[in-house]
């Protein structure tokens, strides 16, 4: 199998398992790689020395023919996938469409908008139950929020774990681990409407 990588996130790339094993893996661009294969996913991770800029062509032999593999869906392990989500704002009320579940669907193409004109705005995720979280992805659509905080609820009161001054299309935040079954992204500033492609949170990195 070969893999096109043409962009890479900083936690490394993170595909759907794979129900069959990988025997061996190497950059046909050259270079070191590293493979982390379990039930749940598979995690490729190359050095930044070892990125190309244009295009990162990872090797993996499997056990298997390729072609032999049924399709997998893709998901990013984030704890909030799917999870009931409310938000402050949205889009001339288009919930189907614009709503907050769809900052939490793990679809690229879907995402969470706005009003014109909106400043600051909160997403909210329910997670079901209390979990532990250390890392979190968001995307932004239009680069327009200038100031965020991401807090969790403790009995009445939200507190902030972490936060920052811009999203853009990706940022990940690594944070004190925290347990709690509600999380929120809290937007203090912002240029115009948010719009989040993506809400993600994840169990602390091992």
């Not at 270079?31 to 991770?45: A, L, N, S, Y």
Request: include cysteine; aromatic fraction near 8%; glycine fraction near 8%.
């Amino acid at each position: 199998v070969y893999l096109h990588v043409l962009d890479w996130p900083e936690q490394g790339l993170t595909l759907a398992p794979l129900p069959c094993t990988i025997r061996s893996s190497r950059l046909l661009t050259g270079g070191k790689v590293v493979v982390e294969q379990t039930d749940e996913h598979v995690v490729i991770r190359v050095g930044k020395g070892d990125r190309h800029d244009l295009d990162t062509i990872v090797v993996l032999e499997l056990d298997q023919p390729a072609v032999d593999i049924d399709p997998v869906k893709w998901t990013s392990g984030s704890l909030a996938l799917g999870k009931p989500a409310t938000a402050s704002n949205v889009y001339r009320n288009m919930v189907d469409r614009h709503g907050p579940a769809r900052a939490v669907d793990d679809d690229p193409g879907t995402r969470w908008a706005t009003d014109a004109g909106v400043s600051d705005a909160w997403l909210e995720v329910d997670l079901g139950e209390p979990a532990t979280i250390g890392r979190a992805t968001i995307s932004e659509e239009y680069d327009r929020i200038r100031a965020f905080e991401l807090q969790f609820r403790d009995g009445d009161a939200w507190k902030t774990c972490a936060h920052g001054t811009g999203i853009g299309s990706e940022c990940t935040l690594a944070f004190d681990p925290v347990t709690a079954r509600y999380f929120r992204l809290n937007i203090l500033e912002a240029t115009d409407g948010p719009t989040l492609w993506d809400f993600q949170l994840f169990p602390p990195d091992k």
